[in-house]
């Protein structure tokens, strides 16, 4: 049973570029979340996507965004990268029915740093 | 005030001791409370959810909540070595979202 896999691992960008991560649900949840932690900072919610469609945003501004697909997979989209967006990016899923961080399972991360 | 406070630590315990952790949050529409335990590197995994006022058990792990006091705590009896490690509390008001402390560091002492 394949857990919430997440990539890449590790990603070095430079000021002003644009990313993607990527991250794939684990089997049976349909519902992805996004999380950012900084350095010795606990995660901080970006944003939620059920059926598509973006459910629930944190205080993130524009240049975060993303996309669920069909097969619940979901992508984490950040343009105009500053070097504060250095931190470890986590995706979490779960599955709709189920209440609250009983079905929240975390990704290993994407490690981004932005030089 | 930040949402949900935690001391950063670190906390030292020696091998065998209970270890107490504590977390204060500001929504008093709190509902659910969480603590995760996040390893150097590692991603957060989930030891024990608490809703209603009290202790809950589980295994060597206790949690305690007071709404009245807006404080959750986690014991963790008969610390190990391999307890050492980041725990988060994170707090749920019946949203989408789940709002984490910034963690306390705990080192358990052989």
């Known amino acids: 049973d394949a857990g919430v896999t997440q990539s890449p691992t590790h990603l070095i960008k430079t000021r002003g570029q644009q990313v993607t991560l990527r991250c794939s649900p684990k089997?049976?949840?349909?519902?992805v979340s996004w999380y950012q932690q900084a350095l010795g900072q606990g995660p901080q919610f970006i944003f939620q996507?059920?059926?598509?469609?973006?459910?629930q945003r944190g205080n993130f501004p524009d240049r975060f965004s993303g996309h669920q697909f069909p097969n619940y997979s979901s992508e984490l989209n950040v343009n105009a990268l500053l070097l504060g967006d250095s931190a470890l990016y986590l995706c979490?899923?779960?599955?709709?029915?189920?209440?609250?961080?009983?079905?929240?399972?975390f990704g290993n991360g994407t490690r981004l740093t932005v030089t | 005030q930040k949402e949900v406070e935690q001391n950063s630590g670190p906390l030292s315990v020696p091998e065998g001791a209970i270890a107490s952790l504590n977390c204060t949050y500001s929504?008093?529409?709190?509902?659910?409370f969480f603590w995760y335990r996040q390893y150097s590197g590692k991603s957060p995994e989930l030891i024990m959810f608490?809703?209603?006022?009290g202790d809950k058990e589980d295994g060597r792990f206790t949690a305690q909540l007071n709404k009245a006091s807006q404080y959750v705590s986690l014991l963790i009896r008969d610390s190990q070595p391999s307890d050492s490690a980041t725990y988060l509390c994170a707090v749920n008001s019946g949203t989408y979202k789940y709002i984490f402390g910034t963690g306390t560091r705990l080192k358990v002492l052989a």
């Open positions: 996507y059920y059926e598509e469609e973006e459910r």
């Open positions: 979490a899923s779960s599955l709709a029915s189920k209440a609250t961080a009983l079905s929240l399972h």
């Open positions: 608490i809703y209603s006022n």
């Open positions: 089997s049976g949840h349909d519902t």
């Open positions: 929504d008093r529409g709190s509902q659910s």
